[in-house]
């Protein structure tokens, strides 16, 4: 029995140093393991050296793009002067001309005849917030007649002039018992700024407290802070309307030098009222100066849904229309009451007038087609030109056709 218990205790002992050594195994390998884990560790100083690198490479490469951007910065004198920079860009170059007038270059847009047989030309004017190519009737107009014997010639205008904002009138003064109530109670220990007579500072010989003012080179005391130098006063802008009278005479002279003297001036929306302002205003200046047997070479006006009035002028396009002889094509669209009131403004006037060729149409629908042959506006506007204003053949040089 004896025997047994012995072995039985030693056999027990055996089991627990098998456990106590498969535990130390355990801890040392665990131990063993934790030192490989410090290269991870060690990496991760270096994975943030790179994070920064590239952060500041980003950095770099941003402060190269603004640096570009900035050096790429518009720098055109006007908005209306970079429009039609990127217009005329997009245009081909033999149809691109850049006139002068009132000291500033515009665009203008020159379609030469195309049949060798001219009738004469056709000033091309915009409507308000659009340009010379824009995408409409106008733009069929413009691209078509030449095939038919008349050249045409699309000036950029400007916008007509917009009412200032008013300016804000100033807040009215506190009352004085507001002023009292409202104004902070002064601080007992609040430190007052040292007196320099107490501080015992003293001038140095050759210093003294005098002050130069490099803006007006007098010499002060210092109590008075100085003057700022007076700003030249910028020159005033010129009348929008002054502008675009200075264009289409322009347009015209450029007309005429081509040997273009059977003109006929087409408007579009407000560029129909400057139209007619304009023929008004040159058939009262040329009419003066006129020798007998002259003609002039402004032939007709054509208005494609025209507005009667400029927007900040005293411009009424019915009051314009004085001229019996002048024909006048006038074509609208039925879709807007707007234009059926002012069609019928024009139309009245026109009786008043006498105006012996004064043809008024209203046309179903606004059309932007293209071709042609699907569009009835093009259509109107050459039988028109056919009828009333074909161009003729002059013996001087000096008449042209």
């Given amino acids: 029995m004896h025997a047994q218990r012995q072995c039985k205790l030693f056999q027990h002992l055996s089991n627990c140093m098998a456990a106590t050594a498969l535990v130390a195994g355990t801890v040392a390998g665990t131990a063993l393991a934790q ?3 410090e290269p991870a560790a060690a990496a991760e100083p270096q994975t943030a050296a790179a994070a920064a690198a590239k952060a500041d490479a980003n950095t770099q490469g941003d402060n190269d793009n603004n640096n570009g951007n900035i050096d790429n910065m518009d720098t055109h004198p006007s908005r209306e002067q970079r429009d039609m920079q990127l217009l005329a860009a997009k245009l081909p170059a033999d149809s691109v001309h850049w006139l002068e007038a009132e000291g500033e270059s515009f665009l203008a847009i020159y379609e030469a005849d195309y049949t060798g047989s001219p009738q004469g030309a056709v000033l091309i004017l915009h409507a308000e917030g659009r340009h010379p190519a824009w995408h409409s009737a106008l733009e069929a107009i413009r691209r078509e007649l030449p095939q038919h014997g008349w050249a045409t010639l699309a000036a950029a205008l400007p916008s007509p002039a917009v009412p200032a904002v008013p300016a804000r009138p100033a807040p009215p003064p506190p009352a004085p018992a507001q002023a009292a109530e409202s104004a902070p109670a ?7 700024p040292p007196d320099p007579a107490d501080t015992g500072e003293t001038a140095q010989p050759g210093e003294s407290e005098e002050v130069f003012n490099d803006a007006t080179g007098a010499i002060g005391d210092g109590s008075a802070a100085p003057a700022a130098a007076a700003e030249p006063a910028a020159a005033p802008p010129k009348p ?3 502008r675009v009278n200075a264009r289409l005479n322009s347009a015209l002279q450029f007309l005429q030098q081509r040997g273009m003297l059977n003109l006929v ?11 007619a302002e304009f023929y008004r205003a040159f058939h009262a200046s040329a009419a003066g100066g006129r020798q007998g047997g002259a003609i002039s070479p402004l032939r007709a006006l054509i208005f494609i849904n025209a507005r009667n009035r400029i927007p900040m002028t005293e411009v009424d396009l019915p009051l314009s229309l004085t001229d019996p002889a002048l024909p006048v094509l006038d074509l609208y669209y039925r879709t807007d009451l707007r234009d059926q009131r002012e069609a ?10 006498r105006l012996e060729n004064f043809v008024q149409l209203r046309m179903p629908r606004q059309i932007s087609e293209l071709d042609a042959d699907k569009n009835p506006l093009l259509r109107r506007v050459r039988g028109f030109l056919d009828r009333y204003a074909a161009g003729m053949e002059i013996d001087e040089a000096g008449a042209g056709r």
Avoid at 265 to 275: D, E, Y
Avoid at 344 to 353: F, G, K, L, P, S
């Fill in 35 to 37: 030192p490989q884990a």
């Fill in 186 to 192: 002064p601080e007992s220990d609040q430190a007052s």
């Fill in 240 to 242: 929008v309307e002054q």
């Fill in 265 to 275: 001036i087409l408007g579009h929306g407000v560029g129909a009222a400057r139209a």
């Fill in 344 to 353: 019928e403004r024009r139309r009245q006037q026109a009786r008043r007038q």
